[in-house]
């Protein structure tokens, strides 16, 4: 092309206002430039596409001497409107493929098409034929979705980043103040910029409508905006002139992808969008079954992804999808609009049940600290059907089956037994009758109540629990009632009798033993009570079911019990074994009462070894904790430490000032600062390695429990040092003895002698 010509092709349109953020952006599509012939800028409506590509095609131009060509094809609806809008822009007499190929010809030129989406397939046939045909040109292209064709490289764009950098700078925030002073060059958020910042994380940073909100800066304060927001299609629409009809509004641009949807994708956007915290893919096939089971649910999710109306969440072990609000939004208005917004808010309830039915069931397994992963995904979810089994026209008793699973997979290990407990006031008071899931639910109230305000605050209506129970045959509620009372009372042969009645039961219903815990305090109970036999007999049976399935939660659960019970007997290296293992092996969870109970366990070791320094930081480091979770320092059902006792011991043992400075540093630090500083102070020095060749053959467990042997523990002792069950360090020893070619732990005890401890003396010298 002459110059001449190049002069006459369709340049980008000028930026009419600043350009923020994006910088990387820019950066990374110019590479992806650098190396492919076409590149396709990907993503919803508002995002930033089209102005994204213009600053990449002027900050791009010096690289394509023979001109940079912008068409936007959002006036076409057909293959011809887009080869005619193609040929405009072009400056091409002929309004035909041929033509244009024989106008780009081997130049260098940069074409860049906004807008592809309404007419994909043509988009995608004509860049196909002139990358074919066209050797030096490169295609830029904006849509939201990609083409699917071998040559296309797709870079997807999502939404600015709100949350601001160790700078203090959040892209979202500025943009938002940028096009405010646009307006009014006065504009200073000044102290509503935290106001501002949750105003884009409400928007998910879209650019459209972080930039539409600012605008009606002029009219509204930031708090207006803000409190406005509640119905954002209303706020959000533009008054210029000049902008397209599909950009004129949030709610138009939205509109938009609507009707380029199938029917099919538009069905399964309005009933998706009523699960505000996102979905899975098994949530998306169940809403696509509803339909018509013949529905490929995963080709409408990809068809949906491909279109920018939901995206896949990044760096999670399951996929997972969400939508922005604005699209949910929409989503959730046409879903009115068509009539179907009480099936899908039905079906929200039905996967929330299903799913935690299905996760309570898989408690016991190694997947369990997952379910409380993915508990934390779905809590969204769970609430929004929870507000409609509460709300005006609600059904209460469906609030039921979503409430009472999660009293130990989810409420109790994460620390919200207060929430639940409102909650079932809730729907308690909503709802009367005495069948099973109402029952249970009367008893997980009491339970929960029972464990703050002590049993005598709950004795009465469990009493009446029990005798409704029984008259109507749940004997799953009676016994619970038995293992809730046992837990909750004080230590004595009552207790244990009530406790052994619902173990037995329990035996063949793991589920109520997992929402009650009475196997583990009946175990410590019979300890206390000097039933050691009894006692030994539970924990290993404890412990077998926790190594055989992998589950984790009962074994810290019984660790800390272990600790307390250590402490009682003055050995405390020992207790702080014990709870700082459970602790470890709690570490990834919230932190709850049981979390900050194992703390005080620890301090109340240390002050039994002289560390009383240690020992008072631990006490603020669990009032912290007890601080976050929202509870008073109370009895949960469990043995707990004599705090004040040890307590004044530390008093009594260092002057108040060091106390306090001691204390308040515990108190002042986050409840995961301080269970790290409590873990990383009891990093034991591990002991000397045998050299190579040397410790014939045996595991690192192995090794440990050799040595356990040759001082002279039991296999019991063993089981107990390494909390596991005394099965299991029975297999190991005879392993052990297989291995080495032994017949008795006398004999053990002599190889540990002259091959272990030889090789640590002579690595000492």
Known sequence: M??????????????????????????????????????????????????????????????FPDGVCFVDLSASGTPEQTIELLSVALRVGDASLDAVVRRIGEHRILLVIDNCEQVIDACAAIAETIIARCGNVVLLTTSREPFAID????????????????????????????????????????????????????????????????????????????????????????????????????????????????????????????????????????????????VDALELLRALVDKSIISKAPGLPHTRYSMLFAIREFGIEQARAEGEIEAAEQLLSEWCTA?????????????QFDWIARHELEMPNIRAALDLALGPGGDPDRAFGLLIPMWRVFWLARG???????????????????????????????????????????????????????????????????????????DGPAAAELLERAVAYGAQNLLML??????????????????????????DTILSRSEQTGEMYDRAYLLFGLAVDAIERNDAEEAVHFATTSLRMRRQLSPSALTAHTVEAVAAAYVDTGRVADASRCIGIADSIWSAIGMRRDDIGLPTTPRDTYERRIRNA????DFAAEYDKGRASSPAAGLDWVLAADVATPAAAPIADADGGLTKRELEVARLVAAGR?????????????????????????????????????WVRDHLDTERRTGDR
């Open 2 to 63: 002459t110059s001449d010509t190049v002069a006459s092709l369709t340049p980008p349109p000028a930026e009419v206002s600043s350009f923020v953020g994006r910088r990387d952006e820019v950066a990374e599509i110019r590479a992806l430039l650098g190396s492919s012939r076409l590149v396709t800028v990907c993503g919803p409506g508002g995002v930033g596409k089209t102005r994204l590509a213009i600053r990449v095609a002027v900050e791009a131009r010096r690289a």
């Open 416 to 490: 919200r037994a207060r929430d639940l407990e409102r909650l079932l006031d809730r729907a308690l008071s909503a709802t009367t009758g005495a069948h099973p899931l109402r029952l249970s639910a009367r008893l997980l109230h009491g339970y929960i109540v029972g464990s703050r305000l002590g049993l005598d605050a709950v004795a009465d209506e469990l009493r009446r629990l029990t005798i409704e129970a029984e008259a109507v045959g749940d004997e799953w509620t009676a016994r619970s009632v038995d293992a809730g009372v046992g837990v909750l009372m004080p």
């Open 514 to 539: 997992t929402r009650t815990g009475a196997h583990i305090r009946l175990a410590l109970l019979h300890d206390r009570l000097g039933n050691t036999e009894r006692a030994s007999e539970l924990r």
């Open 714 to 750: 039991s296999n019991k002792e063993v089981a107990t040092t390494l909390v596991v069950a005394v099965r299991t360090a029975e297999g190991h020893v005879q392993r052990i003895l297989s291995k080495l070619g032994l017949t008795s732990r006398v004999q053990l005890a002599g």
């Open 355 to 367: 799913f935690l039915d299905t996760a309570e069931r898989d408690w016991f397994s190694p997947r």
């Open 151 to 294: 040559a296309e490289r797709i870079y997807p764009v999502t939404p600015l980043r709100v949350e601001a950098d160790d700078t203090g700078a959040s892209p979202a925030v500025d943009l938002f103040v940028s096009r405010a002073r646009a307006l009014d060059p006065g504009f200073d958020p000044g102290e509503d910029l935290s106001i501002v910042l949750e105003i884009c994380g409400r928007l998910d940073g879209l650019p459209l409508a972080i930039e539409l909100a600012a605008a009606r800066t002029r009219i509204l304060s930031i708090a207006d905006i803000l409190h406005r927001l509640k119905e954002p299609f209303r706020l959000l629409g533009s008054a210029k002139r000049i902008q397209s009809a599909r950009q004129r509004t949030l709610y138009a641009s939205i509109e938009w992808s609507y009707e380029l949807c199938t029917e099919d994708e538009r069905r399964l956007w309005r009933y998706l969008a009523v699960f505000p915290g996102g979905f899975d893919i098994a949530a998306a096939e169940t809403v696509a079954a509803s339909s018509d089971g013949r």
């Open 654 to 657: 260092l002057p108040e000032h």
